[in-house]
């Protein structure tokens, strides 16, 4: 099979855009990255959203975003995998160009989660588990998290779970992108609200509006086009959807066998990841992300945290510009921005939050409580 390559990147800032609209952002944010690719249209585009109808009554995304950028006539379509939705758009964008139908793909990802009152966005959020089980007791996705992070203190302890939005803070610090572009203290963290105990306001991503598109590309294209490329792998698993009903709630098995599929397919071991982008919605979401995908010991994520182990200048840097909780959340949009920031890393384009000598990155995307996983794999070439 031939291989996959992203040539270029485009994003919008994350905050509340209350003068643009979702189309208007996805918009924008797919004519950057046509810029950067240095191509002027596509075969095909695939479209990474989650909300659109329910928070702005609108479908057919695809379609719409192939008129805003004078590409009718090329097949456009809406992916969903609730907050992996736009992993889930990359997934059939790389698998559109191996089976040769598409030589260069736009994966767009969208969300505009301000046009919603916190309570409706969480509440919308509930559609990514099973509403007859979840949804009928009111257990919402922080409510899950909440048993999670308590089922784990009682198993391993919590010493430096709250560990985790600090670092991606301190990241986020400067980046002119960033939904929250400051530090926060510990204490800070440890200081605010319950969500749902032991899960506090501060460990957990916020409410945002943001668009991203990537341009990939296939070999021949690849050779031809002088924009800086990164190899693009990707692999992806799925599980129960309550983590309640799986084996062991605190292993993301879609997680671990989506990881375990990249690094088969492409040779790579752990070891030589140089930098990983976390689906941190919840601090205990990133500590379980690290354990499930086998680059820390179950109940050792917290402890490494504290000692810096995945800051920029650590072993394992962990969400470079910022990850969910700092750089935003934008569902659709999240794994497009996690994508875009790997490549700029890759392509030594990260300016401050540049990690010396980085040759490969890992992105985890993760759709619910895990119940669905994506695992990317990109490489400098």
Known sequence: MGKVFVAGVGFTKIAEHWDKSLEQLMAEAAAKALEDAGIPSVNSIYVGNMMGEALQEQAHLGTLLAEDLGLTGIPAFRIEAAEASGAAALYQAALDI?????????VIGGEKLSDGLSEEVSSAMMMSGR???????????????????????????????????????????????AQYPFKLTLEKV??????????????????????????????RLAEKIKSPKTAFFIASSTD????????????????????DKVFEETKV??????????????????????????????????RLAEKG???????????????????GHPFGATALYQVAEAHLQLTERAGNNQIDSAKIGLIQSLGGVAATAFAILMKKV
């Open 98 to 106: 191996l089976s040769g139908r598409s030589e260069a793909v736009l």
């Open 240 to 259: 129960y959807i309550t983590p309640f009903e799986r084996e062991n709630p605190l292993h993301f098995r879609s997680l671990a066998m989506a990881s």
């Open 190 to 219: 440890l200081s605010s609200p319950f969500i749902a105990e032991p899960l506090r306001r501060m460990e957990v991503s916020g409410i945002g509006d943001g668009a991203a598109a990537v341009v990939l590309v296939g070999e």
């Open 309 to 327: 182990e995945f800051s920029l200048e650590g072993n394992l840097p962990c969400n470079t510009f910022g990850g969910l909780k700092a750089r």
């Open 269 to 302: 071991e752990r070891r030589e990841v140089d930098f990983i982008e976390l689906h941190d919605a919840t601090s205990i979401m990133a500590a379980l992300s690290l354990e499930s995908s086998g680059f820390v010991e179950p109940g050792k994520a917290g």
């Open 131 to 177: 509403q007859e089980y979840e949804g009928f007791i009111g257990a919402d996705f922080y409510a899950i998290n909440g048993l999670l992070y308590r089922l784990y203190e009682k198993r391993y302890g919590s010493d430096g779970i709250a560990m985790f939005p600090v670092i991606s803070h301190t990241h986020a610090a400067g980046v002119s992108h």
